[in-house]
């Protein structure tokens, strides 16, 4: 994105996410999902780090929500109260500690520990304690000035009114050798003590509510964070006692000596504050982040209280300290959400899939984007009024959303990112694959193919496209293939190339491990020999061994599709209906088209054109690792050379190249006496 652009489209996303904050927190009413909000707030984001001189005041990254209300005496913080910005995936959190080593010594970033807690999804508030005792509850309101809410923060029992030293809890740590820390807890006075936390409610209490409340015909609250906000914000404090808030103490802003994250949350406990304690852990690194907010996300469920995600902060405050403040929110510190179950991308392309029946069901063609904590890159348009109803143009910016395992949808378009070049999706009148007229009751929204056998065609063609002699992609069996079309998330064997976990997970049978087994396997798939790749197009009449002989006079693809019907028919061995269907493939629109696609894909044969026959008649087995050659390379290297590549070792192989980590077949060469060579050798033999 030019920076032009990047500058109009962080215009619009500010009025937008403006527009429904406004919305939500002045009218209660929500028209998209607290997910598809925060992701287009995740993008204003993404968009602003990339080009930080755009950034403005006036940005909703920038800010905090909550102004104060008026009803409430306000309450001016004595150190600003930040909030944290959100991060969805690996690479975000590699890039913000990227971004925070950068601004470290060496020696400073080699000593960064992560603190990690759960996230809950409550109201933030401060609490002030003068001699141990509860003196001003406080919410944080846009960070500086908050509103005074003391009463019916002391309606909250897991508050204390009173803090005392926790002698059991202050023995415990010294038994565990941090004896130091208790020592901070003995020796501090209690003058005067700041603390923060986040005020919450159950999951079943808000349930609860929502149920009294619909009996009532009121309006309801849209999550738990809503709910503790409306009750902590009541000018009748009964109303908030009401609601049994709860409550989670995670950090002290006055020095009582803490140097580490995880030493103020000990120091809590060991005050009568109720922490998170049991759920957080201290991290050495992201991988171990990681991990715990796998854990983290598992346990969800069972948890009492919606937690969308897991605070991560650098443990070590001086770190802490020294890397400030940008926008509203401490650089040490980021919030690793949960994945989002509706986010924002934008809709590439709109491709019309052929089902089983003949219907024709238009598919968006997505951004790929993570839903639900997959990649997703196709989302069901259902048919031709859906997308009139939805009022979406290619090029749009859309909300997707994924319910349960279902292929993702459609759910709602925003007209107001459009830049001008969008345009509107049209119904092919023919069919796609057959190229047989389309058509339509009038009763009915559906289009169909009338040609009985459409659709077994498509299958017939992509199972010749994947099977061994030409793409032989493994685990992609006859019954997946139809479904993959089925469900519109290929068109052509092309799309295959395009697909990822996400999509795949989708559909039944499949797990996130075979998922990825099987977009790997696609992947590693992607330059294959010439004379597959020949074979592999299913022009008529050309068999393997026509593809090979093709493959060795013309080595590459461009001088078969450029070469006249008169020289086609001069090869021996190629008749004049061979030549003829081959002449015909390549001057035909659509295949050429398909051809264009492939290569755009980078999905094409290996670029060793200049062939010859150094390797005929030799039989080759790979086993283990190589250093600079992949397995798909080794193997068409050796078959465009005339040799070939066999999977297992028998008495008929004649080299077994042998790399790191060598198999079985490594023994089995050495039982039957077979050459064993390496890589180099290996070279050498063609070089
Ligand atoms: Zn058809």
């Known amino acids: 994105m030019t920076k032009d652009e990047a500058k109009k489209r962080i215009e619009k996303l500010k009025e937008t996410i403006d527009y429904h904050r406004h919305l939500y927190h002045v009218f209660d009413k929500q028209e998209i999902s607290d997910s598809a909000l925060d992701s287009l707030k995740k993008d204003l984001f993404d968009l602003e780090q990339q080009f930080p001189d755009l950034i403005t005041p006036d940005s909703p990254t920038q800010r905090i929500g909550g102004e104060p209300l008026d009803a409430f005496e306000k309450f001016e913080h004595k150190k600003r109260m930040t909030s944290y910005y959100d991060a ?36 933030a508030i401060e609490l002030i304690y003068i001699d141990s005792i509860l003196t001003i509850g406080s919410t944080r309101g846009d960070g500086i000035i908050g509103e005074n809410v003391t009463n019916n923060i002391k309606t909250i029992e897991a508050i204390p009114l009173k803090i005392k030293r926790k002698e059991e809890v202050i023995h415990n740590l010294e038994k565990k050798g941090l004896k130091s820390v208790a020592d901070k807890i003995r ?33 309801l609250f849209a999550n738990p964070r809503n709910l503790a906000a409306g009750s902590i914000r009541q000018l009748d404090s009964k109303i908030t006692a009401a609601r049994h808030l709860d409550s989670d103490v995670y950090s002290i802003v006055t020095d009582m000596g803490q140097e580490t994250h995880e030493e103020e949350h000990l120091i809590l406990e060991a005050m009568g504050f109720k922490t998170n304690n049991r759920y957080n852990k201290l991290c050495k690194n992201l991988d171990e982040v990681f991990e715990h907010y796998y854990y983290l996300q598992k346990k969800r469920e069972k948890l009492p209280y919606e937690v969308d995600g897991v605070v991560v902060s650098i443990n070590d405050n001086k770190i802490f300290e020294k890397l400030g403040i940008i926008g509203k929110a401490p650089r040490a510190g980021i919030a690793l959400k949960f994945p989002l179950l509706e986010v924002t991308t934008k809709v590439n392309d709109i491709t019309v899939q052929v089902g089983r029946t003949g219907a024709m069901t238009p598919v968006a063609i997505l951004e790929p984007v993570s839903v639900g904590g997959v990649i997703v890159s196709r989302a069901t348009l259902h048919n031709e009024k859906e997308i009139k109803r939805l009022g979406l143009k290619i090029g749009d910016t859309v909300v997707i959303g994924r319910a349960g395992d279902v292929i993702p949808e459609v759910i709602k378009v925003f007209p107001e990112f459009r830049i001008g070049k969008e345009h509107d999706f049209k119904m092919p009148k023919k069919c796609p694959t057959c190229n047989t007229e389309l058509v339509k009751p009038e009763t009915e929204v559906v289009w169909r193919c009338p040609n009985k056998n459409c659709f077994a065609r498509k299958i017939k063609y992509f199972n010749h496209f994947i099977s061994r002699s030409a793409f032989n992609i493994e685990g992609l069996g006859g019954r997946v293939v139809e479904r993959l079309i089925e469900e519109g998330l290929v068109k052509d064997p092309a799309d295959l190339f395009d697909l990822r976990e996400g999509d795949l997970i989708l559909l039944d049978r499949f797990g996130e491990k075979s998922a990825r087994k099987l977009v790997l396997a696609i992947q590693g798939k992607k330059i294959i020999p010439l004379s597959r790749f020949i074979y592999s197009l299913g022009i008529r009449n050309v068999g393997q061994k026509t593809a090979i002989d093709l493959a060795k006079i013309y080595k590459n ?13 001069k090869i021996h061995d190629i008749g004049p209906i061979v030549a003829k269907s081959i002449f015909d493939w390549f001057h035909d629109k659509s295949n050429l088209e398909f051809l264009d696609k492939l290569k ?46 066999s999977s297992s070792v028998s008495n008929k192989t004649d080299y077994v190249i042998a790399g790191e980590n060598p198999g079985s077949k490594y023994d089995k060469a050495k039982e039957l ?15």
Not at 557 to 564: D, F, G, P
Not at 673 to 687: H, P, R, S, T
């Open 88 to 123: 969805f995936s690996r690479e975000d959190m590699d890039n913000w500690q990227d971004r925070n080593e950068k601004l470290l010594s060496e020696g400073e970033a080699q000593k960064i520990e992560y603190y990690c807690e759960p996230k809950l999804d409550g109201l």
């Open 187 to 219: 020796n501090y006075n209690f003058r005067e003590i700041i603390v923060r936390g986040e005020a919450v409610i159950t999951k079943s209490d808000f349930d609860e509510i929502n149920k009294e409340r619909e009996k009532q015909g009121l309006s």
């Open 557 to 569: 693809i461009h001088k078969i599709k450029e070469e006249s019907l008169e020289n086609i028919e």
């Open 600 to 645: 755009e894909k980078k999905v094409w044969y290996s670029g060793n054109d200049e062939g010859g026959d150094k390797l005929k008649g030799l039989k080759f087995v790979l086993t283990g690792t190589l250093p600079n050659y992949k397995r798909e390379e080794v193997e068409s290297i050796i078959t465009n050379l005339g040799g070939e590549f």
């Open 673 to 687: 006496g077979v050459k064993i060579i390496n890589e180099e050798d290996f070279v050498k033999l063609f070089k």
